[in-house]
């Protein structure tokens, strides 16, 4: 049996006095035949450092990642095999209200990594398999 895992996000910027205008949109689906998942709760530094993926896990499909900080913000990049290039995001501190401290990451068959701002901040994640 197959679970299928749905995510949504749309950007808005609400000026007030302008239209609204869309940022961004994406959208990921995916179907997994093995519902296979795995997540933990670890510490990231303020140097670059390598979220593993777990030795009995060969397909990624998505990284589900959550900021659990109250003050520093997480920069969480994936490369890919196709372009070795650092694709990253920014997790805000939960409840600052500066922005989002939760994000989705494909995995496209590199590495995830991520670096903390100014001190060493707890991230959630959850790795999903294919």
């Known amino acids: 049996m197959s679970r299928e895992l749905q995510a949504s996000l749309r ?8 239209p609204k205008r869309v940022l961004n949109r994406q959208q990921f689906i995916t179907t997994s035949g093995n519902n296979h998942s795995t997540g933990n709760i670890r510490a990231i530094g303020t140097t670059v450092e390598e979220i593993a993926l777990p030795s009995d896990m060969a397909t990624p499909q998505v990284l589900y990642v ?5 003050t520093n913000f997480v920069i969480i990049g994936a490369t890919s095999t196709v372009s070795a290039a650092l694709m ?16 989705w990451i494909p995995w496209r068959g590199g590495q995830v990594n991520a670096s903390a701002d100014t001190a060493a901040i707890d991230l959630y994640y959850e790795i999903y398999e294919a």
């Not at 950007?11 to 302008?18: K, P, Y």
């Not at 997790?91 to 401290?101: E, T």
């Open 11 to 18: 950007v808005e910027l609400d000026q007030g006095d302008r």
């Open 88 to 103: 990253p995001i920014k997790l805000f501190p939960k409840d600052s209200g500066s922005g989002i401290n939760w994000g």
């Open 66 to 70: 959550e900021n659990m900080d109250d």
